[in-house]
């Protein structure tokens, strides 16, 4: 199964002492291939493989230095990460492959 890696975000529940302002939450989910958005933020969701990472209950403010900026700038990183993990990983077993094939 080929799998690839997105950014979710979704609203994040507070408790009602916290009226104002905008919560958000976001995850890092390996998913199949061919789907770009999930309907939650589970492995319950059609397509999901698993939850790398979250962050919960971000706060959304008026600049690039709230919460929910520096996490969704982590998970953007998270993503490139694993996916040149990834794609060296898949390179090594194409090359012992080829290896192999090559041996009398």
Known sequence: ?????????AAAHMPGSLK?????????????RGFETVAMISTHARGVVRVVETWERLNCGRTERDAY??????????????????????????????????EP
């Open 1 to 9: 199964m080929r799998t690839h890696y997105i950014i979710q975000d």
């Open 69 to 102: 900026s520096r996490a969704l700038r982590k998970a953007e990183a998270l993503v490139a990460d694993l996916e040149e993990r990834d794609r060296r990983h898949a390179h090594a077993i194409i090359r012992e492959f080829h290896s192999k094939r090559e």
């Open 20 to 32: 104002f302002g905008r919560y958000r939450r976001i995850a890092v989910l390996e998913v199949e």
